[in-house]
T-cell receptor, first 114, second 112 residues
Framework: DTGVSQNPRHKITKRGQNVTFRCDPI?????LYWYRQTLGQGPEFLTY????????KSRLLSDRFSAERPKGSFSTLEIQRTEQGDSAMYLC????????????FGPGTRLTVL | KNQVEQSPQSLIILEGKNCTLQ??????????LRWYKQDTGRGPVSLTI?????NTKSNGRYTATLDADTKQSSLHITASQLSDSASYIC???????????FGKGTTLSVSS
């Protein structure tokens, strides 16, 4: 296992289209987090899962956003009817619920909405 | 309101010089404080993690300090290298296992 992976790394889409991103966490990690990061800002929390249960959602996660982790392993983040304001880096992180709960981040998916 | 503030916003130093980045937080309850390094276009990578009882922690040329009484932390980089050019983000965890609160980061540029 080489760490958290995310696909695609880059996505360019037209406004109004739907997009889906995938995150594969470190295999033994039971918690998975999604963050959004815009230029010059730190990551902002969107949502997190413990196993397959979605335990918390940020107010940033509008109705157009949905995340799933159906088998408690990989997760998907879907954005419907994309808007230009959705352009950002979407980061995924995973951790095991013990100790420091250190979160390991993936490389991110860069979304550009035209 | 839980917040993490970092200073300076950006910093330019010459290769081989030392520098110190600052972080102030107003997160309560406090679990731990982390410093991450984020290269452009990449995900953050953890440098150090400190709990309430830890005052300092080192990782190679990186040394982090924590004063939980004043709610301040610093990251000191010794003998900077060109590869240190990145954004350094201070992150505070309010409770173990919950979402992290990120600062906006300090952009460090090391020039030759």
């Amino acid at each position: 296992d080489t760490g958290v992976s995310q696909n695609p790394r880059h996505k360019i889409t037209k406004r109004g289209q739907n997009v889906t991103f995938r995150c594969d966490p470190i295999s033994e990690h039971n918690r998975l987090y999604w963050y959004r990061q815009t230029l010059g800002q730190g990551p902002e929390f969107l949502t997190y899962f413990q196993n397959e249960a979605q335990l918390e959602k940020s107010r940033l996660l509008s109705d157009r956003f949905s995340a799933e982790r159906p088998k408690g392993s990989f997760s998907t983040l879907e954005i419907q009817r994309t808007e230009q304001g959705d352009s950002a880096m979407y980061l995924c992180a995973s951790t095991w619920t013990s100790g420091y709960n250190e979160q390991f981040f993936g490389p991110g998916t860069r979304l550009t909405v035209l | 309101k839980n917040q993490v503030e970092q200073s300076p916003q950006s910093l330019i130093i010459l290769e081989g010089k030392n520098c110190t980045l600052q972080c102030n937080y107003t997160v309560s309850p406090f679990s731990n404080l982390r410093w991450y390094k984020q290269d452009t276009g990449r995900g953050p990578v953890s440098l150090t993690i400190m709990t309430f009882s830890e005052n300092t922690k080192s990782n190679g040329r990186y040394t982090a300090t924590l004063d939980a009484d004043t709610k301040q932390s610093s990251l000191h980089i010794t003998a900077s290298q060109l590869s240190d050019s990145a954004s350094y983000i201070c992150v505070v965890s309010g409770q173990a296992g919950t979402a992290l609160i990120f600062g906006k980061g300090t952009t460090l540029s090391v020039s030759s």
